[in-house]
C-alpha cells in the first residue's frame, strides 16, 4: 500500500520570498515521487520527478525537491516566489508489485502575494 | 501538436441522465485513466486501462462505465447510479505500463454540473 501526506492545504507567501510545500510519503517499495502543478479550471502539469537516481530534482520554473529516505520525505523548494506560481500543487507516489497507479496528496494551494 | 484531448470542457447532467465524457490521445500511449477531483480532495481514481478491450476498477468507480476500443480513446459514461456526480473529472495517459517511474499526462479536464 502507497500513501502521500501534504502537511499544509494553503501556503502564503510573498512575491520574492522562498517557498516550501511540505510532502510525506508511504510506500511498502522504493517508490518513484512526482510533483504536480494545476492552474485554475486546468489539467495538471508535471513539475519533477524522482526515480532512485540523484536525491535533489530539479525541475521546471525554478522548482526543486529533496528525496530523503529516512524521513520519508520529497518537499517542494524554490528561492524565489513569483506571482505566476500561485497554483494548487500536488505529491504523487508511485511504486509497488505489479501495475503501479498514482497515488495523489490532497493538494497544497500556493498563495502570492505582492 | 500531441496531447490529451478532453471534451466537452463544461458539462450539464439533469438528475437521471447518464452523460459521456470524451477523452483522446495521441500520444500512442498504452495506459490511460480517470480521475475525480472534488475540492480538498486530490485526485481519486476512478477506471484505468492498461491495454485496448481490457480495464480495471480504481478506487471509485460505483456509479461509473467505460470502454477502450481504441488505443487512442477511453470514453467515461457517468450513470444515474452516481449519486453526487458533480466534480472536475480528469484524464491521463502514460507511456508504459504501470512502471512506477512513468509520469502521466493529463488533459484539460471536463467540469460535470447536475442541474
Known amino acids: 500500500a502507497q500513501s502521500v501526506t501534504q502537511l499544509d492545504s494553503h501556503v502564503s507567501v510573498s512575491e520574492g520570498t522562498p517557498v516550501l510545500l511540505r510532502c510525506n510519503y508511504s510506500s511498502s517499495y522504493s517508490p518513484s515521487l512526482f510533483w504536480y502543478v494545476q492552474h485554475p479550471n486546468k489539467g495538471l502539469q508535471l513539475l519533477l520527478k524522482?526515480?532512485?537516481?540523484?536525491?535533489l530534482v530539479k525541475g521546471i520554473n525554478g522548482f526543486e525537491a529533496e528525496f530523503k529516505k529516512s524521513e520519508t520525505s520529497f518537499h517542494l523548494t524554490k528561492p524565489s516566489a513569483h506571482m505566476s506560481d500561485a497554483a494548487e500543487y500536488f505529491c504523487?507516489?508511485?511504486?509497488?508489485?505489479?501495475?503501479?497507479?498514482?497515488?495523489f496528496g490532497k493538494g497544497t494551494m500556493l498563495l502570492v502575494s505582492p | 501538436d500531441g496531447g490529451i484531448t478532453q471534451s466537452p470542457k463544461y458539462l450539464f447532467r439533469k438528475e437521471g441522465q447518464n452523460v459521456t465524457l470524451s477523452c483522446e490521445q495521441n500520444l500512442n500511449h498504452d495506459a490511460m485513466y480517470w480521475y475525480r477531483q472534488d475540492p480538498g480532495q486530490g485526485l481519486r481514481l476512478i477506471y484505468y486501462s492498461q491495454i485496448v478491450n481490457d480495464f480495471q476498477k480504481g478506487d471509485i468507480a460505483e456509479g461509473y462505465s467505460v470502454s477502450r476500443e481504441k488505443k487512442e480513446s477511453f470514453p467515461l459514461t457517468v450513470t444515474s447510479a452516481q449519486k453526487n456526480p458533480t466534480a472536475f473529472y480528469l484524464c491521463?495517459?502514460?507511456?508504459?505500463?504501470?512502471?512506477?517511474?512513468?509520469?502521466?499526462?493529463f488533459g484539460q479536464g471536463t467540469r460535470l454540473t447536475v442541474v
Open positions: 491521463a495517459s502514460s507511456i508504459d505500463r504501470g512502471q512506477k517511474n512513468t509520469e502521466a499526462f
Open positions: 504523487v507516489v508511485s511504486g509497488g508489485s505489479g501495475y503501479s497507479t498514482l497515488t
Open positions: 524522482y526515480t532512485s537516481a540523484a536525491t
